[in-house]
């Protein structure tokens, strides 16, 4: 659903940028607490989202085939917000929406801000908010999360399309009854959904298999203990409720554990995405371009910018053979929102626990050093 140079007028792309600047903006403040987060584990979320976004970069080059003649492509927002959190979500689908744009002349330079309006903002807030609803709602369960993902996703994609068609009322750039459009934009992306919902629900339950506390949209799952007594005891034989007593911090925390594994799987998973399996992808246009040609909105479609870049179309320049070029651009692809992504997090989680470390007065007592 990336949308070109010349489909949105100046100044409604003008408008959109501005607000997924604030938006950015906004999610900068908000992703500082995401990542912060407690406990001894919390130095792994900044790599983590970084993978994250890098991932989801390399699974948006598996175009899958959705209706005759048209395919979709993962949008990422609800899986990101899931598995980071909403804010962060936000920043990890734009800093792939900025890669695509600067070095793979996917979708407009000028067009960014209506982009990432559409593909960050509305899919991430749209899913994440239902799909908080149905965890209150649904068993606490690990097989609640996915389920939920699963309605999250289905629904953010349509929503996008719904999105993509207002901004479109506003601001395009060919004469074409908005009513079409709608119908079109929001039938194909009914079927992508499904799609976006079935990458999104394997992800989310394949990490929650192995290790659910690292997500985001799992936190607080586990039940708090119980004490039982035999059924054959008689009330008067409970032993009688101890007093409460406060719990050491340390102690309320789980067992630090590595998240290595769960990166490297996520950074091999993604490289043979987009290194591989994307020599594969259907070839078709997505929904949008499919749309596009069909009524006419790309009648004043404009040459991207970067068009002559050595990664443009996701294949290296010069490189004349087609599974070689596609997967190392898709590699470089991946290394470099990788690279991106995780120095944007770093910097964030830093600036909060800089932030939120208490200065040390004369004479106060020095912590004593984390246990590795």
């Known amino acids: 659903m990336h949308v070109p140079d010349g489909f949105i007028n100046a100044p409604v792309s003008l408008a959109t940028g501005a607000v997924a600047a604030a938006a950015v903006a906004v999610s900068l403040r908000g992703a500082r607490r995401e990542l912060a987060g407690t406990g001894a584990g919390a130095e792994r979320t900044a790599p983590l989202a970084g993978l994250v976004a890098a991932f989801i970069f390399a699974v948006q080059m598996l175009n899958f085939p959705v209706a005759a003649g048209t395919s979709g492509h993962l949008l990422g927002g609800a899986l990101a917000a899931i598995l980071v959190g909403p804010y ?21 330079l000028t067009a960014l801000g209506v982009n990432i309006t559409d593909m960050a903002i509305v899919t991430t807030v749209v899913a994440y908010g239902l799909f908080r609803g149905l965890v209150k709602v649904l068993p606490r369960r690990r097989r609640s999360i996915t389920v939920a993902s699963f309605v999250a996703a289905l629904v953010s994609v349509p929503a996008a399309a719904v999105a993509f068609t207002a901004i479109y009322a506003l601001g395009g750039t060919a004469d074409v009854p908005i009513g079409k459009v709608f119908t079109a934009m929001v039938g194909v992306h009914v079927l992508i959904g499904i799609g976006e919902a079935v990458i999104t629900a394997l992800t989310v339950g394949a990490v929650i298999a192995v290790r659910p506390d690292l997500v985001h949209g799992a936190r607080g799952l586990t039940a708090p203990l119980e004490l039982r007594t035999s059924p ?44 591989g399996i994307s020599y594969y992808a259907s070839a078709s246009p997505d929904g949008l371009e499919k749309v596009a040609h069909d009524q006419g909105i790309d009648a004043k479609a404009e040459d991207h910018a970067t068009k002559d870049s050595p990664l443009a179309d996701y294949s290296v320049k010069d490189i004349t053979d087609a599974r070689l070029s596609g997967g190392l651009a898709g590699v470089i692809g991946v290394g470099a929102t990788l690279a991106a992504g995780t120095g944007v997090f770093v910097v964030l989680r830093r600036r909060k626990s800089a932030a939120t470390a208490e200065p040390a007065g004369p004479g106060a007592e020095h912590p004593a050093p984390e246990s590795v």
């Open 88 to 108: 962060t979500g936000v920043l990890c689908v734009s800093v792939v929406l900025l890669m695509q744009g600067v070095l793979f002349a996917d979708g407009g």
């Open 232 to 275: 054959l005891a008689s009330p008067a034989d409970a032993p009688a409720a101890p007093e409460a007593e406060p719990v050491p911090a340390a102690a309320a925390t789980a067992p630090r554990r590595s998240a290595r594994r769960v990166w490297l799987a996520g950074l091999a998973a993604a490289l043979v995405c987009a290194g």
